[in-house]
């Protein structure tokens, strides 16, 4: 038996095909639905664009689904709990998913890897929603739990009117400090990279990139590498030939050069075992060129991408 509504769509098609009625109402039917599939937005609003497959928008109803973050259908990039969970996709909705339905992400094989009634990745919708500035401002003059104050531990409601006051007022005061403190922090911060030398290390079979500031290693030779919030990942040391594989004309002082401006040196990038939780790189070491032994020379590797 025909479903109603396919054949409701097929009458539809049928009469615009062979009547050329361009003007038939399809209110009723799901052509004229908004697109089901939930966009990025930080926390999942619906897609505005009008369904033209059924549910789906154009967009969200393509299967070429390779681009920024997608490579060979599996979506990189995305964290939940500062784990990354790469899954795979065949359309382009199944990216976000879509809000009528739970977010389901899969490997490959079919198996879940997370499974929710919003994907892991809008935190937003997941975390409880932040209060606002005016109730935690009346919860915290409200106060009954023991407070840290300029005078100790106490519970400030035990106080006399006069002196709670004061107490609530130096709390206040103390709060209002540290946010000033905060925002100075923050903003020192984003200073200090956007005025630091970076450069971006390059995976170049997985494509993954992360990008890192260096800073001189103070008394020795190197630099220390540091991610956006200025927490060392690794480091770049010289290159020191210690097997004395290559050449002397590569070398000043057993320290290889840099092939094209000779008396700079070439360094090796080594990240830290704790600093995956900033990168999704597979190796703990990276070069910006490695030695040929077969043709003599010194090949680049495309590792290492400078940035001014």
């Not at 080594?270 to 032994?293: A, E």
Request: proline share 3%.
């Amino acid at each position: 038996m025909i479903e109603p509504n396919i054949l409701l769509t097929y009458n539809l098609l049928t009469n615009i095909i062979n009547h050329k009625n361009w003007n038939v109402e399809i209110k009723n039917s799901s052509f004229s639905k908004t697109c089901v599939a939930r966009v990025w937005n930080g926390n999942g609003q619906r897609c505005k664009n009008k369904s033209v497959y059924l549910e789906f928008c154009g967009i969200h109803n393509s299967f070429k689904v390779n681009g920024k973050y997608v490579i060979n259908g599996i979506v990189h990039g995305r964290r939940y709990k500062k784990k990354e969970i790469k899954y795979f996709i065949k359309q382009v909705w199944e990216k976000n998913g879509r809000v009528d339905e739970p977010f389901i992400a899969k490997n490959k094989n079919g198996d879940i890897l997370w499974k929710g009634d919003v994907p892991f990745f809008f935190k937003e919708k997941i975390k409880t929603k932040k209060k606002t500035k005016k109730k935690k401002l009346f919860e915290f003059m409200n106060i009954k739990k023991k407070e840290k104050t300029n005078v100790g531990t106490k519970q400030i409601n035990k106080f006399p009117k006069s002196v709670k006051s004061k107490l609530i007022e130096n709390l206040i005061d103390e709060k209002y400090k540290l946010s000033k403190k905060n925002i100075k922090t923050k903003n020192s911060l984003k200073l200090w990279w956007s005025n630091s030398h970076k450069i971006v290390i390059i995976d170049v079979n997985t494509k993954a990139r992360f990008q890192v500031a260096l800073e001189k290693i103070n008394g020795k030779k190197g630099f220390n590498l540091y991610q956006k919030n200025k927490q060392c990942v690794g480091k770049a040391l010289p290159w020191i030939d210690k097997d004395n594989l290559i050449p002397e004309e590569f070398k000043h002082k057993n320290i290889v050069q840099e092939p094209n401006m000779f008396g700079l040196p070439l360094y090796i990038y080594k990240l830290n075992t704790n600093s995956q939780i900033y990168h999704d790189l597979p190796k703990k070491t990276y070069w910006k060129y490695r030695y040929d032994s077969n043709n003599q020379f010194l090949k680049i590797t495309n590792e290492i991408m400078e940035q001014f």
